[in-house]
Each structure stands twice: as structure tokens, then as C-alpha cells.
């Protein structure tokens, strides 16, 4: 059909033409957090779990470690047969990767030589193992501490070679606070490096008798070291001072979820000094799903801290077989929102480990 244009509705569709050019080109000129950013892809992380091997235990009981019996024959070897063990388990629970860390059997001495020399033979060994599977394992680099000088060095030989994700250290270290000043030349090259800190209970008992001479140190010990370590952090403003370190912390925060509020009520008359609201610092960090499966420990950490601060986590080997699967399963059966679920299984780990 023969269509007759005027002028007008020439001009009229140079004028749409125009105009959508000009859209085009101012779309161009946003900045780039502003335009539509691809959709993130899954990639479960198991971000809590070990390796270790007889020669490591063996260095650091000589060394004075008394609880290496904890570790040995777990099922967190580097042998072949282990390895396919574990890999079974994980592609069982759907887990595309485990992220390494030492911790509680960390190279820290008071000794110099030897936290050096047990610091340089895991990081050696988890070089090894991640070279070997690079599929499978991601690590988290271990340090001499307390010797802060000397952790630098390492931190430098092994962090880019090794393509690690950050460091792990325990929740104190030969007795010292985290948030003790004399780390804070660690912190800020964590910082500069924007990478990760990932805390894990030292097995210390919180060094008291009231829970090691009463042989509680991991059924209750383990998750009163996090709150602590934690309340220290939060009160010393360590997340504040360090916004480029992602502090990661493990077992759902500890007892955190249920004593936050108190701490907002409580900090301005007891430790006025603490640099902000409890609850606020506490969401500039991370935590870790082990909870040994109980939904309303998950529940609470969710509704109290909220669900893009928190990742997977299994504690392999101590949660190994049924009890693996479970640690990841129990996320989907504790009642969330399924948008919530998704979130803590398959992205958030990857994306806060600098991962995705």
C-alpha cells in the first residue's frame, strides 16, 4: 500500500531517530556499576574445610602442639586414596569446590624458627595439593605469627605464586587478641591487597580452665572463641579501620546472633569507646555455615545478620560422610527463603572469596 509522508513525518521520525541515539550514547557514558552487569555464575564453595598430612602433625607436636591426635586418620590426607574419597562426597553434596585452610593446627609458636619452618612446610603442601587439583581446591595461607615481620615475608612468597584466596589465622594467636595493635602492619597489607582473613577457633578453650579442664573445648569452647574474637573485633573497629580485608568468620558467628542485641544496648555505657553500633560492624563481615546442622542456629544468623553474610561451610573432615551432606542439605531444609538458600549455597561463598 502506498503510504504518502509529509514533511512533518519526516521530521517527526529524524526527531525519534535522534533521540534514540542520543540515549544510546548516554547509556555509553555511565559508569560501568550502573549498567546491567552480567548475571553471576554458581559456583559452590565449600569455604571451611582442611588438609593436612602426618609430616605437618608431626613438625608441630615436636614443636609443642599436644592435640594433633584430633587431626591424624580424619580422612584429610593428601593420598590418592583420600583425595577420591573426598571428591566422591563432594560431587555427592553438589560441591564444585573446597577452600583450605590449616586452622587449628596453625604455624603459630613463640619460637621464631619454628613458626617460620611450619609456616613455609603447609603453605608447601597446600602449593602442592592445589596445583595438583586446581578444579578442587582453592587455600588460605597460613603465617608465622606472632612474628609479624616475618608473616610479611611469607605472606609475599606464597600469596600470588600460590594464587591463594587470603590468609587464615585463629581466633587468638599464642594467646593474643586479634585485634592486639601489634597486627595491625598485617591488617594493612590485607588490606592494600584486598584480600581475605579468615578467622577459625584456636581450639584454646578461650584459655580457660572453666572449659578445658572440663573437656569442652570443642563442643562448647570452638564457638565461645568466635564470640569473642568477634566482639573484640567489633569493639576495637578492626572491619572499619580495614574495609579492603573481608573478614570471615566461622560457625555462624558463635554465639553472635543471639547476644547482638545486647551488645547494641549494652556497649554505650560499658565500652563506649567501640567506634559504632554493634550490629552495624558485625554486617561489614562474614560467616561460615557450620552449625552442625541445627536449622534454628542458621535461622537466627540469617534474621540477625543477614543472608548475603553468610557462606557455606562443612568443617570437612570432622563433618565427613552423612554428616557432609547434612551440613549442606540442613540449608535447604531450616525454613529460608528460597532466594536466601540459593544465595548461601551457590554464589555467596565464590563472590566474597574472590571467587566469581
Not at 555427592?92 to 613463640?110: I, K, N
Not at 549455597?345 to 574472590?354: R, S
Request: with cysteine; glycine share 8%.
Amino acid at each position: 500500500m502506498e503510504q504518502n509522508l509529509t514533511r512533518r513525518d519526516l521530521l517527526r521520525a529524524g526527531s525519534r531517530a535522534a533521540a534514540v541515539c542520543a540515549a544510546g550514547s548516554l547509556l555509553n557514558l555511565l559508569p560501568a556499576q550502573q549498567k546491567r552487569a552480567p548475571a553471576p555464575r554458581r559456583l559452590r564453595v565449600d569455604g571451611h574445610a582442611h588438609v593436612w598430612n602426618p609430616d605437618y602433625l608431626d613438625l608441630v607436636e615436636s614443636y609443642g602442639k599436644k592435640d594433633t591426635s584430633v587431626q591424624r586418620d580424619k580422612g584429610a590426607g593428601t593420598s590418592e586414596a583420600e583425595m577420591d574419597k573426598r571428591f566422591a562426597l563432594m560431587d555427592a553434596a553438589g560441591v564444585d569446590m573446597q577452600v583450605l585452610s590449616v586452622c587449628p593446627q596453625a604455624p603459630h609458636f613463640e619460637d621464631k624458627v619454628q613458626a617460620v619452618t611450619a609456616a613455609r612446610k603447609i603453605n608447601d603442601l597446600y602449593g602442592e595439593v592445589v596445583r595438583k587439583y586446581p578444579k578442587k581446591f582453592k587455600a588460605l595461607v597460613a603465617l608465622p605469627l606472632p612474628h609479624v615481620d616475618e608473616a610479611l615475608k611469607e605472606l609475599d612468597r606464597v600469596l600470588g605464586p600460590m594464587g591463594a584466596l587470603g590468609v587464615a589465622t585463629t581466633t587468638t594467636v599464642a594467646g593474643r587478641s586479634l585485634s592486639d595493635p601489634a597486627f595491625a602492619p598485617l591488617f594493612e597489607e590485607l588490606n592494600r591487597r584486598g584480600t581475605v582473613l579468615y578467622v577459625h577457633p584456636a581450639g584454646a578453650g578461650a584459655h580457660t580452665p572453666m572449659i578445658a579442664d572440663y573437656h569442652v573445648t570443642w563442643m562448647i569452647g570452638a564457638p565461645i572463641e568466635d564470640t569473642i574474637s568477634i566482639a573484640h573485633l567489633i569493639t576495637k573497629g578492626i572491619p572499619q579501620k580495614y574495609p579492603g580485608m573481608r573478614i570471615v568468620n566461622s560457625h555462624l558467628g558463635g554465639a553472635l546472633p543471639m547476644v547482638l542485641q545486647r551488645m547494641d544496648n549494652q556497649y554505650g555505657w560499658e565500652n563506649p569507646e567501640t567506634p559504632e553500633k554493634p550490629s552495624i560492624t558485625a554486617k561489614r563481615m562474614w560467616y561460615d555455615t557450620v552449625a552442625h546442622a541445627h536449622p534454628p542456629a542458621i535461622r537466627a544468623a540469617v534474621d540477625t545478620l543477614g543472608a548475603d553474610r553468610i557462606i557455606l561451610g562443612t568443617d570437612f573432615p570432622y563433618e565427613n560422610g552423612d554428616l557432609f551432606k547434612h551440613a549442606i542439605s540442613y540449608i535447604s531444609d531450616a525454613g529460608l527463603k528460597q532466594a536466601d538458600i540459593t544465595r548461601i549455597l551457590d554464589y555467596n561463598g565464590a563472590k566474597v572469596l574472590g571467587l566469581a
